[in-house]
């Protein structure tokens, strides 16, 4: 259960409605984030026949999640970018896209795309990577937020500890915690929830400003905004 701002909220109040309702609302709202940000990745063509409304967004929805499949990394991550005709792709992760990649896997199960053990396997895996519980550790600070981007391979970062990337995250976790009905699942979206004190992002409660960064000891900088 969360203190300060969030007191009273825990992952337990935010279970499924009606899990059928939560698996379409998922879908749709999942769809619609992952085109929305890979839009600009896309080239379109015009249809050469028209083509149902269905139809379209279930291209839409496909093109999206092999985007998201080449942006995976080896060990469960998800990178910044993708580097068309590169040789190489990049090693550097953003946490904010772990968050959408674990919709995108949602987006992949709901959709019959891939089968869903082995979606549920991805999903556990950038989970429990996520949570320090490989050889590789994430970059966070004292207080649980992520470090913005680093490199896969060693963690290695200068960038700002974000405590919007880190909800992104977190945003994807829950997103993925209310899809699959896995306990092996929500218990690691759970030790992700408790891990960070989302407190310390509150810089002012009365005008409910927040801290965009956090320092490596946890303290609030860069900003206050609302």
């Known amino acids: 259960v969360a203190t300060g701002p969030l007191q009273g909220y825990s992952l337990t109040d935010m279970k499924p409605i009606a899990h059928s309702a939560t698996r379409h609302t998922a879908a749709l709202l999942g769809g619609l984030v992952v ?10 063509v015009p249809p050469t ?11 839409q929805l496909l093109n999206a999640c ?3 499949r080449e942006l995976r990394t ?5 990178r910044d970018k993708l580097r068309r005709n590169a040789k190489q792709k990049s090693n550097t992760v953003s946490v904010a896209n772990v968050g959408v990649g674990l919709i995108s896997l949602c987006i992949e199960d709901e ?3 891939s089968l869903t053990a082995a979606v549920k396997a991805q999903v556990l895996a950038t989970l429990k990577l996520i949570n320090g519980k490989t050889a590789f550790k994430p970059p966070r600070s004292k207080n649980g937020f992520f470090r913005h ?24 976790a829950i997103f993925a915690y209310n899809h699959f009905d896995s306990p092996e699942i929500r218990a690691e979206v759970k030790t992700l929830w408790d891990s960070i004190a989302w407190k310390d992002a509150l810089a002012d409660r009365k005008t ?11 303290q609030g900088t860069g900003g206050p905004v609302k």
């Open 35 to 44: 085109c929305l940000l890979t839009a600009t990745l896309a080239h379109c």
């Open 49 to 59: 026949k028209p083509i149902s409304d269905k139809a379209f967004l279930r291209t």
């Open 66 to 68: 092999k985007i998201y």
């Open 74 to 78: 080896p060990n469960g991550l998800y």
């Open 111 to 113: 959709m019959k795309f």
């Open 149 to 172: 981007f680093f490199d896969y391979r060693n963690a290695n970062g200068k960038s700002e500890f974000s405590t919007i990337d880190t909800s992104i995250l977190m945003a994807g």
């Open 208 to 218: 409910c400003k927040l801290y965009m960064i956090m320092s490596d000891a946890g």
